[in-house]
T-cell receptor, first 114, second 114 residues
């Protein structure tokens, strides 16, 4: 049973560029959330997708956007990258149909902006 | 607004000693509380959670935590530390019954010496 998978594992981008990160949820899960973890900090909630719609959003600018596909996989897009966007981006999945199960996290994508 | 405070960015113990990691929370409604562990270059793994009911919660790997409403605390303990317990530990709170939007503390790095 595959857990949450994220790609790529590492990425280096230049300021001003755009990036797309991908996530496949754990089998049987239908809800995907994205978190940003800066170095030495705890993860911060970016947004959550369920039924292909953004359901909740944290305090992140519109440069951060996402998408969920019918197979429940998800993408996180960040436009006009800033140096401060360098972080570990974590995807987490859960199942709304199973009584609000806790989040299962992937290993993350390490984004470095130079 | 919810918040989590983890006292001590680093905690050092000897193998076999008691582990105590402190977490205090702030929430306007009865909270849902979580402890996650993060090993190097990995995502977060759920150790235990408190939703309702018994205030002493047992988790994986011998860890447990006690919800104390009067002290707004949810400290994590383990009677006897193992070398394999060395990792980063995060306390998190949610007011969302779907457990999607977690607010994390800044983490405590547990160091275990032989």
């Amino acid at each position: 049973d595959a857990g949450v998978t994220q790609s790529p594992t590492h990425l280096i981008k230049t300021r001003g560029q755009q990036v797309t990160l991908r996530c496949s949820p754990k089998s049987g899960h239908d809800t995907v959330s994205w978190y940003q973890q800066a170095l030495g900090q705890g993860p911060q909630f970016i947004f959550q997708y369920y039924e292909e719609e953004e359901r909740q959003r944290g305090n992140f600018p519109d440069r951060f956007s996402g998408h969920q596909y019918p197979n429940y996989s998800s993408e996180l897009n960040v436009n006009a990258l800033l140096l401060g966007d360098s972080a570990l981006y974590l995807c987490a999945s859960s199942s709304r149909d199973r009584g609000n199960s806790p989040l299962h996290f992937g290993n993350g994508t390490r984004l470095t902006v130079t | 607004a919810q918040s989590v405070t983890q006292l001590g960015s680093h905690v050092s113990v000897s193998e076999g000693a008691l582990v105590l990691l402190r977490c205090n929370y702030s929430s306007s409604v009865p909270p849902y509380l979580f402890w996650y562990v993060q090993y190097p270059n990995q995502g977060l793994q759920l150790l235990l959670k408190y939703t309702t009911g018994a205030t002493l919660v047992k988790g994986i790997n011998g860890f447990e935590a006690e919800f104390k409403k009067s002290e707004t605390s949810f400290h994590l303990t383990k009677p006897s530390a193992h070398m394999s317990d060395a990792a980063e530990y995060f306390c998190a709170v949610s007011e969302d019954t779907g457990f999607q939007k977690l607010v994390f503390g800044t983490g405590t790095r547990l160091l275990v010496s032989p």
